[in-house]
C-alpha cells in the first residue's frame, strides 16, 4: 500500500507502514489475550487497551490512503492547500483526542490495582488535562496560535496532568511496577513534546514511532504482564 506521503523520502513510507501493522498485530493479541485474562479487572484493561490499539489502526488505515486523508482534511477544515505530511500531523489530533483519553483511563486502573484511590473525579481531571494539551497543540499546528508560545502552553497542562497522577497513586503506592508504568507514560509523552517543532519529516517518523511504542509495544507488554504476573 502507498502513502505517497513523502515519494522521495522511503523512511516515512515505511514509518506509516510498520507502525499500522504493529497496531494491526497488538490488537488482535490484546482482543484475543482479554478472554485469557485471570479476573473482570485486568480483562477490562485490555479491552481499554483493544479500544486505544483500534483507534490508532483506523487512523493509520487513513495516513496510508493520502486521497482519503486529504478529502477529510479538506472536509474538517476547508484547506487543501498544505502538504500531505502537514495535513497528516493535524489529522493525527482527531483519533489523539480518544485514544490518550482511554490510555489515561488504562494507566489509571493499572496504577490504582488492588486500591480503592481511583475516582471518576481524577479521570475527570487528567483526561481535562489532557484534551487542553492537545487542543493546545493543534491551535499551534492549525497556525491559529504561534507554535513556539503553543509548544510552552501545552506543556503546562502537560506536567500538571502528571502531577495529579503522580500524587494520587505514587504518593503512597510507589512500588516498582507503578513507577517504570509511570515514568514510561512521561518519556514517551513528553518525546511528543520535544519533537513538536522539529522538521516534518522529523517530526512525523520520530512521532510514528512514539505511537507504536505508546500504543502498541507498551499495550503487549500490559498484556504479559496481566496474563502471567498479575
Same mark, same amino acid.
Request: glycine content about 6%; aromatic content about 18%.
Given at each position: 500500500?502507498?502513502?505517497?506521503?513523502?515519494?522521495?523520502?522511503?523512511?516515512?513510507?515505511?514509518?506509516?507502514?510498520?507502525? $499500522?501493522?504493529?497496531?494491526? !498485530?497488538?490488537?488482535?493479541?490484546?482482543?484475543?489475550?482479554?478472554?485469557?485474562?485471570?479476573?473482570?479487572?485486568?480483562?477490562?484493561?485490555? $479491552?481499554?487497551?483493544?479500544?486505544?490499539?483500534?483507534?490508532?489502526?483506523?487512523?493509520?488505515?487513513?495516513?496510508?490512503?493520502?486521497? !482519503?486523508?486529504?478529502? !477529510?482534511?479538506?472536509?474538517?477544515?476547508?484547506?487543501?492547500?498544505?502538504?500531505?505530511?502537514?495535513?497528516?500531523?493535524?489529522?493525527?489530533?482527531?483519533?489523539?483526542?480518544?485514544?490518550?483519553?482511554?490510555?489515561?483511563?488504562?494507566?489509571?486502573?493499572?496504577?490504582?490495582?488492588?486500591?480503592?484511590?481511583?475516582?471518576?473525579?481524577?479521570?475527570?481531571?487528567?483526561?481535562?488535562?489532557?484534551?487542553?494539551?492537545?487542543?493546545?497543540?493543534?491551535?499551534?499546528?492549525?497556525?491559529?496560535?504561534?507554535?513556539?508560545?503553543?509548544?510552552?502552553?501545552?506543556?503546562?497542562?502537560?506536567?500538571?496532568?502528571? $502531577?495529579?497522577?503522580?500524587?494520587?497513586?505514587?504518593?503512597?503506592?510507589?512500588?516498582?511496577?507503578?513507577?517504570?508504568?509511570?515514568?514510561?507514560?512521561?518519556?514517551?509523552? !513528553?518525546?511528543?513534546?520535544?519533537? $513538536?517543532?522539529?522538521?516534518?519529516?522529523?517530526?512525523?517518523?520520530?512521532?510514528?514511532?512514539?505511537?507504536?511504542?505508546?500504543?502498541?509495544?507498551?499495550?503487549?507488554?500490559?498484556?504479559?504482564?496481566?496474563?502471567?504476573?498479575?
Amino acid at each position: 500500500m502507498k502513502t505517497n506521503v513523502a515519494p522521495s523520502s522511503p523512511l516515512l513510507e515505511t514509518s506509516f507502514r510498520l507502525t $499500522y501493522s504493529l497496531l494491526i !498485530i497488538t490488537y488482535v493479541v490484546c482482543f484475543v489475550s482479554a478472554f485469557f485474562m485471570p479476573s473482570f479487572h485486568a480483562r477490562r484493561i485490555m $479491552y481499554l487497551e483493544c479500544g486505544i490499539t483500534f483507534v490508532a489502526a483506523t487512523m493509520y488505515s487513513i495516513f496510508n490512503r493520502p486521497d !482519503i486523508a486529504a478529502t !477529510i482534511f479538506q472536509f474538517l477544515f476547508g484547506n487543501s492547500a498544505e502538504n500531505l505530511v502537514h495535513r497528516i500531523n493535524v489529522l493525527r489530533y482527531i483519533g489523539w483526542f480518544i485514544s490518550t483519553a482511554l490510555m489515561l483511563v488504562a494507566l489509571c486502573y493499572l496504577l490504582s490495582w488492588n486500591r480503592r484511590d481511583m475516582s471518576w473525579r481524577t479521570l475527570g481531571v487528567v483526561i481535562g488535562l489532557d484534551w487542553m494539551m492537545l487542543g493546545i497543540g493543534l491551535l499551534g499546528e492549525m497556525g491559529v496560535v504561534d507554535k513556539w508560545w503553543a509548544w510552552v502552553l501545552a506543556f503546562l497542562p502537560f506536567f500538571a496532568m502528571f $502531577y495529579v497522577l503522580h500524587h494520587t497513586f505514587l504518593r503512597t503506592n510507589a512500588n516498582s511496577a507503578n513507577q517504570i508504568m509511570y515514568w514510561t507514560y512521561f518519556v514517551l509523552w !513528553i518525546m511528543y513534546g520535544v519533537v $513538536y517543532s522539529a522538521d516534518e519529516t522529523i517530526k512525523t517518523v520520530v512521532t510514528n514511532v512514539l505511537d507504536g511504542t505508546a500504543k502498541g509495544v507498551f499495550a503487549l507488554a500490559v498484556c504479559v504482564r496481566l496474563l502471567f504476573f498479575s
